[in-house]
């Protein structure tokens, strides 16, 4: 849990507009919305460098959460614009380390880390990320770091 | 607008747990919510009265919501335990009219009329009701009423 | 449920990203979602038009949804870059009676109208919809029409 | 990652029915809806040991998560009748740590561990668990153990 957070300005960022309804009773956005956040994101970054799911998909490919790591060190709220950081730290032979970070006027609110496994389009049986989705990928900056002290 | 909701006793309903998440910054359940919920509340009727979407999906039949009108007179709010009252007030030749309300300590908070169209499974073109399904929705009250005066 | 859509060229629209989560076992965003896109739209156009709800609930004042109708002519999809078109038809003394239209690519797939109420943001009891509200908002186009015939 | 489930058969458990739209087009549950349902199990378990939330908002305490873990095995379908089990594996000064699995016919396909911090209702800062709610938890089993061997 004594983790911290460091977004690079260079970290490519989705733009986000908090909805109304994602907002709960604590007038903050509740914590089960933020998985939806990342994926959004990662669509967006896959779409950005090139590799989307649309050509995953084409490629017979699709892609898969099978790990999550979550801290909350704050709050988005609505009707914040936010931005969700990602970058990809890991592309092994058949999965995908991504990490993000939810930022609010560029302070970073939560971070995370999801394994991705790729997977048949078909059969979800595992396979290798395709070549070019990996040299896409290139190798981003953990956006985690273990605190120091504590 | 001018409509006002009367549930009979005998009316089947499914009880429903609000769930945290579904309250929003007012304290009571988004609006966006109610949808969710009768369709919910609409899955569970079928399967109650002998004629479940799987047993459609069996006879190559799906159903899907084309008009909905809802009337809000008050608010669910978390953490009730709440029902929604489910009642077929018309079953055509390929479509379904299907009256919600929801309740609150037994006070309707809310209703509703869906129309559903039966559709073949794989082309989503419109099809008739299966007369299973039909004979078992018989004919049941309308839950709302276009109110008195006015 | 005989409507026709009709969204002149220069109607209000806000872009919308479908997000992946939103798209069921059917392959098309679920029918529960569009009340929250209508949301996020009117939201989008109260802050376009100059009369934000932050601005509302600064002069005590807050909105709530007391009667939706919708019809579905087709579908959004994933990853669909859709439209939320807004159009105000009607201001009464505490009420405003707002058009909606979700199009893809140009095409109405599905139409709406929504009366909101305007409430005190403390008590939720009705008050008067505040003068600049009301200039702002002007007198929209219906979006919906009877359809001839039939 | 190198993570295996194991609940004991007296572990607590809350009945879970699958939303309809929470399956998407993958014809899984969003992985995004998970934490969701471990909301809705951990305020149902607070319940049902007799500390429930409302009891915590009556002493002026609330909960917040602050950090998650999560790894899918596999997933939920709809229409499941699915359990999400509940083991509250260590209580700290200020914080409680939480193992959850979600169960398909018994056999766990998710499972996670959550760390709530307790929280002053209106000020959000740290505040130690309560002696009831302490009391109340006792120490449960683990449900999640570093998977020999690999």
């Known amino acids: 849990m004594a983790i911290a957070v460091h977004v690079p300005d260079d970290t490519w960022r989705m733009p986000l507009t908090v909805r109304y309804y994602e907002a709960d009773q604590q007038n ?80 970073a609110v939560c971070s995370a880390r999801n394994v991705y496994v790729m997977v048949d389009a078909e059969e979800y049986t595992r396979i290798e990320v395709p070549q070019a989705l990996r040299e896409a990928l290139g190798r981003g900056q953990s956006l985690r770091r273990p605190r120091a002290g504590r």
């Open 28 to 107: 903050v956005v509740f914590h089960g919305w933020y998985l939806n956040y990342f994926d959004e994101a990662f669509t967006a970054y896959a779409e950005a460098i090139g590799y989307s799911i649309q050509r995953a998909h084409a490629d017979g490919a699709d892609w898969m959460v099978v790990h999550s790591e979550i801290e909350w060190h704050g709050s988005l709220r609505w009707p914040d614009a936010a931005e969700i950081a990602v970058s990809a730290v890991h592309v092994g032979n058949s999965s995908m380390t991504i990490d993000f970070a939810a930022l609010r006027d560029g302070e």
